[in-house]
C-alpha cells in the first residue's frame, strides 16, 4: 500500500565506523533501507553487525561517514525529540526523578509542553503501560520489567516521528519478555506508531515486526529484507519461516568455516 | 533414542494442589526485643555509655585531675562553660569562619570543575592541581598564611579553602566524568540546552560523588579550623574552639579542655549524622543510587 509513497525514514548507503583505543572499525557497509509510517521495522543480526551502530546513527548520535539518512526528506545531523531511543540498559531512567517525573521530564525539556499538561500526558501513557499504581515510585523500587515499561511509555508519550528500541527486551528474564513483547503490539494496535526495533532474536524479530532486515556481521552488511507475518509458519519449501531467517543468516559463515576446516 | 530409554527412569507427571494451610508462620511481626536489638543508633548509645563508665572508672582510679579528669568533671565543666555562654560564643566563632571558608572553597572548586569540564586543558589543570595540593596538609600552610595574611581571620580563611576546594573538585569532576552513557544519551535525546544538561543530568547523575566531596572537605575544614585556632589564637572578636581549649590548658583547667575537645566531638558527629545523613537519606538513598 505503501510502496508508491515516499518513506518516513530513508537509510542510504550508510557507512558507519568508530575507533576503539587502538584500532577504528567498521560497523556497518553501505546499509540501505526504507521505513514507512506505522511500520514496525525489525534489524535482525547477530553480534557484531553493527546493528545498534545503526540505530545510534538513525538518533542522531553518530554520523555515517559514507551515505545518509534522512527522516521525512530532512538529513539527520543531531539527536532530536523527533527520534526517542529506548535503550536495553534498566538506567536509562532518571533514578533522581518518579516514574511520573521522568515521563514529564523528557516533554518539558523538549519543549514540547509544560508542566501539568505534562503530568497529564505523562499520566496517561502511565495507565497505557499499566503503571499507574506506580506513578509516584522511584525507578529503583521497580522490577526490570516495569522500568522497560516505563521506558516505552516515556518514548511513547513523546509521540515521535519514530520510536527508535535498542533490545528493549533482552535483558529480561524469557517469561516477561514474551509478555513485554505481546503488550508492545498491543500498544501498536492502539496507535500505530511507527518503530525500529534492534534486536538478535530470530524469534523475536518475527513476532515483532512486519518487515525483518538481516544484517551479517563484521561489518554489517545487508543480507536481506523480508515480511512477516508475526507467526513462524511453514513456508512452500516445508521449512519454518525461522528457519529460513537462520539459513540467510548463518549459511555463508557455515560454508567459510567448512571451508577453512578442510 | 533406545539409548535414551535405557538410561532415563521412566516416571509418570504429578501435580499438587497448591493451599497454604499448614505453613504455620508466613509473615509476623518481630517481637519488641527483637526491634530494639535491630535499631542501630540504640546499640551505638550503649557502646557510648559503656565507654563513658570506663572512663569514669579509670579517670577515678588514677585520681590526677591535671592528666586525666573524670567524665563527670569533664560534664560538669562542659555545662558550666555551656552556662556562662563561654562555649556557646568559641563555637559561634569557629562556625563563622568555617563557613566563610567553605563557602568560599565551594564556590572555587565548582569554578575549577566547571572549567575543568568544558575544556580538556581544564581538566589536566584540576589533574595536576588536585594531585599536588590534595596530600599536602592544610596545616602546612599556615605559616605562610600568617605571612600573607597577618595574624587575621583571613589567613584561616585561606587554609580552608585549601582544606575544601580540592577534595570538593575532584569528587565533583570524577562524578561528572562518571555519569552513565545512558543518561547522556538520554538527556541528548530530548533535545536538552547544555545549561539543562548540567543541572537536569549531571548535577544529579554525580550526586553521590559530590556529596561524598562535601563531606570529606567537611572533615578536612574541620580538623584545620580547629588546629589553626590553636597556633592564631585569638583576635579582635574573641576566639574560637581551639584558643577555648588551648586558653583553658594554659590555665591548667583541664576539665574544660575536655569539655572544648567533647564539643568538637559533637558538633563534628551532628553535621555528620544529621546534616549530612539527612541530605543522603533525601536525596542519593531515596533514588536508589546508595543503599
Known amino acids: ?262 | 533414542m533406545t539409548d535414551a530409554r535405557q538410561v532415563l527412569t521412566a516416571r509418570p507427571d504429578v501435580t499438587y494442589e497448591v493451599t497454604n494451610t499448614g505453613v504455620g508462620v508466613v509473615e509476623r511481626p518481630l517481637s519488641l526485643y527483637q526491634r530494639l536489638a535491630n535499631h542501630g543508633g540504640l546499640r551505638k548509645v550503649l557502646v557510648l555509655v559503656v565507654l563513658a563508665l570506663i572512663w569514669e572508672v579509670y579517670a577515678r582510679w588514677l585520681a590526677n585531675d591535671l592528666l586525666f579528669p573524670t567524665f563527670s568533671a569533664t560534664i560538669v565543666a562542659f555545662w558550666d562553660a555551656f552556662v556562662t555562654g563561654e562555649l556557646i560564643k568559641a563555637t559561634w566563632y569557629s562556625m563563622k569562619i568555617l563557613f566563610q571558608g567553605y563557602a568560599a572553597g565551594l564556590i572555587l572548586a565548582g569554578l575549577l570543575t566547571a572549567f575543568a569540564s568544558a575544556t580538556r586543558i581544564g581538566a589536566d589543570l584540576l589533574e595536576v592541581l588536585t594531585a599536588m595540593f590534595n596530600p599536602l596538609p592544610s596545616i602546612a600552610l599556615l605559616p605562610l598564611a600568617m605571612i600573607w595574611f597577618g595574624l587575621g581571620n583571613a589567613g584561616i580563611v585561606f587554609v580552608l579553602i585549601h582544606a575544601v576546594l580540592w577534595s570538593v573538585a575532584l569528587n565533583t569532576h570524577a562524578g561528572f566524568r562518571g555519569v552513565s552513557p545512558t543518561w547522556r544519551m538520554v538527556g541528548q535525546n530530548y533535545g536538552l540546552s547544555s545549561f539543562g544538561y548540567v543541572t537536569r543530568i549531571l548535577i544529579p547523575g554525580a550526586f553521590p560523588s559530590i556529596l561524598t566531596g562535601l563531606k570529606i572537605g567537611w572533615a578536612f575544614a574541620w580538623r584545620t579550623l580547629i588546629a589553626a585556632e590553636l597556633v592564631f589564637g585569638a583576635n579582635s572578636g574573641g576566639g574560637g574552639l581551639g584558643w577555648f581549649i588551648f586558653q583553658s590548658k594554659n590555665s591548667l583547667e583541664i576539665p574544660s579542655v575536655f569539655a572544648g575537645l567533647l564539643t568538637v566531638i559533637l558538633l563534628g558527629l551532628i553535621v555528620e549524622n544529621f546534616i549530612f545523613l539527612t541530605a543522603e537519606k533525601m536525596t542519593i538513598r531515596r533514588w536508589g543510587m546508595q543503599t
Open chain 1, 1 to 262: 500500500m505503501n510502496s508508491g509513497a515516499s518513506p518516513l525514514l530513508a537509510v542510504k548507503d550508510v557507512t558507519l565506523q568508530y575507533r576503539t583505543h587502538d584500532h577504528l572499525v567498521t560497523a556497518t557497509y553501505r546499509v540501505s533501507f526504507d521505513i514507512h509510517r506505522s511500520d514496525r521495522y525489525v534489524i535482525l543480526g547477530p553480534s557484531g553487525c553493527g546493528k545498534s551502530t545503526l540505530l545510534k546513527a538513525v538518533g542522531g548520535f553518530i554520523r555515517p561517514v559514507e551515505g545518509e539518512i534522512r527522516l521525512n526528506g530532512a538529513a539527520i545531523t543531531k539527536p532530536g525529540p523527533d527520534r526517542v531511543l529506548v535503550f536495553q540498559e534498566f538506567d536509562q531512567l532518571l533514578p533522581w526523578k518518579t516514574v511520573k517525573q521522568n515521563i514529564a521530564f523528557a516533554l518539558t525539556a523538549s519543549g514540547k509542553m509544560s508542566g501539568r499538561e505534562a503530568d497529564e500526558r505523562a499520566l496517561h501513557y502511565i495507565a497505557k503501560v499499566g503503571l499507574t499504581k506506580f506513578a509516584d515510585n522511584h525507578p529503583h523500587t521497580l522490577s526490570g520489567g516495569m522500568k522497560q515499561r516505563v521506558a516505552i511509555a516515556r518514548g511513547m508519550a513523546m509521540e515521535p516521528a519514530i520510536l527508535l528500541m535498542d533490545e528493549p527486551f533482552a535483558a529480561l528474564d524469557a517469561l516477561t519478555r514474551a509478555k513485554m513483547q505481546e503488550e508492545l503490539l498491543q500498544l501498536w494496535d492502539d496507535t500505530k506508531f511507527t518503530v525500529l526495533f534492534v534486536t538478535h532474536s530470530i524469534s523475536e524479530a518475527i513476532r515483532i515486526g512486519n518487515r525483518i532486515l538481516l544484517l551479517t556481521p563484521h561489518p554489517g552488511q545487508v543480507r536481506g529484507e523480508i515480511n512477516s507475518s508475526g507467526n513462524d509458519d511453514v513456508g512452500a519449501d516445508g521449512k519454518p519461516f525461522s528457519e529460513r531467517i537462520q539459513h540467510l543468516l548463518f549459511e555463508q559463515q557455515v560454508a567459510e568455516r567448512s571451508m577453512t576446516h578442510d
